[in-house]
């Protein structure tokens, strides 16, 4: 696939945003300044400020002078990156490669390969993203080349249509002065100083010779922008592996097209998770409203799936969430977590599948989806001897435990976190308590059996072992209880309750 990159360059970004918030200074010169080694310097201008020959980089008195009825704003820290970084999360609907320029701060570089067809070209493209923004309020330059090196220097530099066609990029250098190279200043001193001033004056002279002269940053520049060198591109989102995008020719504002789009996306998903023999866990469902407005609904699974009927489902119980609106303009589903998905050994005989039945696990999501995945929770038996060790969280609703639930003695229908401390009165040395004071309530014990001993594990840590007795009081209730320790034992022995039977 041919690389194509666009390069947007908001020619003013500070003032454009702090007109959208404020529309009343649109008649009054401005400028944005920040203190630097103890001088008040502008860092924005405002459009009609530049009028009046205001320019970056001046000390704010100075300017005050040139214009008495200027206005200047105290720019606060990070303002621009963060400005930048949400018109790029807002630009992903464009491209899920999106860049905040690191060399200039003012402005956002895209991967667009294999996008541009979906709005017809890349004229119309380019078209799209300038009239939207421009509609927002933000002045803006793109330009598209092969090159994001290329695209950044058209979109500043030059003269004629952004649009650089395949193979062409070198050519629309030609007549650029250095600064498109993204060159440090002491370069491009260098560089004036020796007459060099566009860059067909020097694209052609042998590489050690300019290395000798400018150094390796400037070859790695060059290198970059004809596409010698690769440039790396962080995005602001690292794309998901397992990702679908549906671009809506008209906005979508209806219930029935909001499920046409979720069904296409998912069929195009699963076929690919399908393919590599994996399946969803979580997936989210983003949302992007043409009046810029980002909504987000995400599901998750018990275990890996690509069924698209069930996902489908799950996603269906929160279409509610979705408000489209004016319309949305673009849907983006991703598994944002995958497992692999072991095929089900198939037998003549049915059995009881139990938790490997798929439509137990598809009544537990459905389930979750509505209650929420924390209120499920499912337990399996773990190697310990201590009851409140013996069990344990299952992860996975397929995981199968290590070891089998122990049935050959009675355990309660409630067991207690933590055993509480009781009061007992018992004939020693190993006969059940008499009676026993729980909360401040005496139980007289009339009926009880045991005891059934549990050694303590002495690899965790160190105690007495334990003699529990099943006992019934009174009240017909029954209740389990143990001794921790001997009676005469060094260590002092103490009575406990553990649980309830039914």
């Not at 920040?34 to 704010?60: F, N």
């Not at 195009?268 to 998770?273: A, F, P």
Request: hydrophobic share 40%.
């Amino acid at each position: 696939m041919q690389k194509r990159y666009v390069s947007i360059w908001f020619r003013h970004l500070l003032a454009d945003w702090q007109l959208i918030r404020q529309p009343e200074l649109k008649d009054v010169p401005f400028v944005f300044a920040a203190s630097e080694h103890g001088r008040h310097m502008i860092i924005a201008v405002s459009p009609l400020a530049i009028s009046y020959g205001i320019e970056l980089g001046m000390r704010a008195a100075d300017a005050k002078a040139i214009c008495p009825g200027l206005e200047v704003l105290d720019d606060k820290p990070g303002r621009t990156a963060k400005l930048l970084k949400g018109i790029g999360e807002w630009c992903v609907r464009y491209s899920p490669i999106v860049m905040i320029d690191d060399f200039s701060f003012d402005g956002l570089i895209m991967d667009v390969s294999g996008c541009t067809h979906l709005w017809g070209g890349e004229r119309e493209y380019l078209k799209e993203i300038v009239s939207r923004l421009k509609s927002k309020g933000y002045t803006v330059r793109l330009a598209i080349a092969d090159t994001a090196g290329t695209a950044w220097a058209i979109s500043r530099f030059g003269s004629v249509t952004p649009l650089v066609a395949p193979g062409k990029h070198s050519d629309a250098l030609l007549s650029l002065p250095p600064e498109a190279l993204r060159l440090p200043e002491i370069i491009l001193n260098k560089l004036r100083k020796l007459g060099f001033y566009q860059i067909k004056s020097f694209m052609g002279m042998p590489r050690s010779v300019l290395r000798r002269r400018f150094g390796e940053e400037f070859l790695v520049r060059l290198g970059q922008a004809l596409g010698t060198v690769d440039e790396i591109i962080t995005p602001l989102q690292v794309p998901v592996l397992f990702q679908e995008r549906l671009h809506s020719l008209e906005p979508i504002r209806t219930r029935s097209g909001i499920e046409v789009a979720i069904i296409r996306l998912l069929e195009n998903l699963c076929l690919r998770l399908q393919n590599e023999g994996k399946g969803l866990r979580t997936g989210i469902l983003t949302c992007y409203r043409i009046d810029g407005k980002i909504i987000r609904i995400d599901i998750g699974t018990s275990g890996a799936t690509h069924s698209i009927s069930h996902l489908f489902k799950l996603f269906e119980l929160k279409i509610e969430q979705i408000r489209p609106a004016l319309g949305i303009e673009l849907f983006v589903m991703e598994a944002t977590k995958v497992d692999e998905v072991i095929p089900g050994q198939e037998v003549l005989w049915s059995g009881q599948p139990g938790l490997k039945d798929q439509s137990v696990i598809r009544l537990l999501d459905r389930v979750a989806s509505k209650v929420g995945a924390g209120v499920i929770h499912r337990y399996i038996p773990a190697m310990h001897y201590w009851p409140e060790r013996s069990a344990k969280r299952s992860v996975l609703i397929t995981e199968m435990p290590e070891t089998e639930w122990r049935l050959d003695k009675p355990r309660p229908t409630e067991l207690l976190k933590q055993p509480d401390p009781i009061e007992v009165m018992a004939l020693i040395p190993d006969h059940p308590p008499k009676f026993f004071i729980y909360k401040g309530l005496k139980h007289l014990v009339v009926k009880a059996d045991g005891p059934e001993r549990i050694e303590r594990e002495w690899w965790l840590d160190e105690g007495e072992h334990r003699d529990y007795y099943q006992v019934e009081d009174e009240q017909g209730q029954r209740y389990w209880l143990f001794r921790s320790g001997h009676y005469g034992s060094q260590q002092r022995y103490q009575w406990f309750i553990h649980g309830f039977f039914a």
